[in-house]
């Protein structure tokens, strides 16, 4: 027998608070955050799988494939081992219970991926089993240092368009939480949006009436208290900018150092997506929330980045860091190669273009050296294709765990995380261009006293470039451990094809030259 959800109550989050304590750490630019779409990560608890008798459909990635806690909880040293130090899980609440298909007939699925909620406040018991709560996952993870970031939606609930042999057909319109129900079909208390725009057939709450935002605040709230250290929001652009102000206050009350950032779809409108991070005066940590950097992103068919990892020059990354000033400040931006709406970076199922294992690591290089804090999404590590939604989003189950430990992409996140982890400034450091041509790119980071030279190559053959403006002093080579002096602030440095060197004036934690991985390591 499978539990069935468990509803957050009041005295349940008192008596776990100690066992999931938050993790120790005040700032989230200090972590490396690894996105995992539950369902699809690995399957510990087979009877959960098909509770409802028609969701549950192996080979179908339209439907849930088995993926749960159990499955994280197991698996949590794989992704600290490659020295990730937080996990992004998609939302975890309760999905409509069975299939679901639209009116016409012409699409099916089930919520295997959490942004239908069927009820907020509850849950998925796709996800739960005995000893592999949601309680006992943050535990789990806080134990072994790593954070919980979950991703939540306020926007809307289910699909409201059902056909008639839809299970739940008769409460297509109803959505649940704190004990209320909801229903979108006899709207007395003006609980949603009938005015639209709407996304999809979802059901849209209504951002104008403040009971709303009461209701989310004291439903996410619990979540947080529960030990949660962050909250990815879903679809910041269907609400008035107003809603997540208040929303993002009401977050930071009484929680100390609690991380918001949010989802904005834009390749191009930087003023939209900065507008998010000016919410409020002062770090999202305490006050507002950052953002997801879509115009960086290397996403397949989408990612402006994709055609620089894939060949083209370094320009493209120029015109998207000449507009950081618009935001209240870039290192808080969360950044990343691709995620789950968008062909993976590695193509599949005829679209977009495949990656070579090159292409990974010019890409990784950039993104776990430049501003803002590195995402990466899951089975990156074993170079996972994937076309658009559903098919980026294959199953990595124990057969790729076990593969990625042999494969050079997993060796170079490992060895990228010690980098990152050993340097300040790659953390927290305001970015500075130093050079930059077709496939050569160079920029420093300062914090304080302290300078990251960051030299990056992703051409076929060894280069030497040379930066000017430097503080002298002693730098340390990062990647190799090698030593030198700058005199005159001119610094010269041989980069290997498809390599990285940062030279480190400044304090280094631990010795990142000694753990292997990369091109270097496959010649």
């Known amino acids: 027998m499978t539990r069935g959800p468990l509803y957050l109550k009041k005295s349940v989050f008192l008596s776990l608070l ?7 750490a005040a700032d989230f630019r200090d972590e490396t955050i690894y996105l995992a779409v539950t369902d699809r990560f690995a399957d510990g608890y087979a009877a959960n799988n098909n509770i409802y008798g028609d969701e549950y459909v192996p080979g179908n990635l339209r439907y849930y494939q088995g993926g749960d806690f159990r499955g994280l909880m197991d698996n949590l040293d794989h992704i600290k081992d490659m020295g990730f130090t937080a996990v992004w899980i998609t939302p975890p609440v309760m999905q409509p219970p069975g299939r679901y298909v639209n009116g016409s007939q012409t699409y099916d699925a089930a919520g295997y991926h959490g942004y239908w909620a069927w009820d907020f406040s509850k849950i998925d018991p796709h996800l739960e089993s005995p000893g592999a709560t949601y309680p006992d996952l943050i535990a789990a993870a806080h134990a072994k240092g790593l954070k919980i970031v979950q991703d939540i939606v306020l926007n809307h609930g289910h699909g409201g368009d059902t056909h008639p042999s839809v299970k739940w057909h008769a409460e297509r319109g109803t959505a649940r939480g704190g004990g209320l129900v909801f229903d979108y079909y006899a709207d007395d208390k003006g609980w949603f949006n009938h005015k639209g725009p709407a996304l999809a057939d979802l059901l849209d709450f209504n951002d104008e009436n403040p009971e709303v935002l009461k209701w989310f605040s004291a439903i996410y709230g619990k979540y947080r208290d529960l030990g949660v250290d962050a909250f990815r929001v879903d679809t910041l652009v269907w609400m008035k900018n107003d809603f997540w102000r208040d929303f993002a206050a009401e977050m930071h009350k009484g929680k100390k150092d609690f991380f918001l950032f949010g989802e904005a779809w834009t390749r191009d409108d930087f003023v939209l997506l900065s507008s998010y991070t000016r919410l409020a005066d002062g770090d999202p940590m305490n006050k507002g929330m950052s953002v997801l950097d879509m115009p960086l992103s290397a996403m397949g068919t989408w990612g402006p980045m994709e055609a620089v990892f894939k060949g083209g020059p370094y320009t493209a990354a120029d015109d998207i860091l000449k507009h950081d000033g618009k935001y209240q400040d870039a290192t808080w931006l969360v950044t990343f190669l691709d995620n789950h709406d968008k062909p993976r970076f590695n193509g599949g199922n005829g679209e977009g273009s495949p990656a070579t294992i090159e292409q990974y690591f010019d890409a990784l290089n950039f993104y776990f050296t430049a501003r803002g804090i590195p995402c990466i999404f899951y089975g990156t590590e074993v170079q996972m294709a994937g076309g658009s939604d559903p098919d980026n989003r294959r199953m990595l189950g124990a057969e790729g765990i076990k593969q990625a430990k042999a494969g050079p992409v997993y060796a170079h996140l490992k060895k990228l995380n010690a980098l990152r982890a050993a340097a300040a400034p790659l953390r927290r450091g305001k970015q500075t261009r130093l050079l930059g041509a077709e496939h050569q790119y160079a920029f420093r980071r300062d914090l304080g006293r302290e300078t990251a030279a960051v030299f990056l190559n992703k051409g076929g053959a060894a280069v030497k470039l040379k930066a000017e403006g430097l503080p002298d002093g002693t730098y340390r080579e990062l990647y ?23 030279y480190m004036k400044g304090k280094i934690k631990g010795a990142p ?3 292997t991985g990369g091109p270097e390591a496959m010649k």
């Open 513 to 515: 030259w000694r753990v």
């Open 480 to 502: 190799t451990g090698a030593k030198l002096k700058v005199k005159g602030g001119a610094l010269e440095a041989e980069v290997p094809a498809h390599g990285l060197r940062i």
């Open 18 to 24: 100690l066992a999931a304590a938050p993790c120790a």
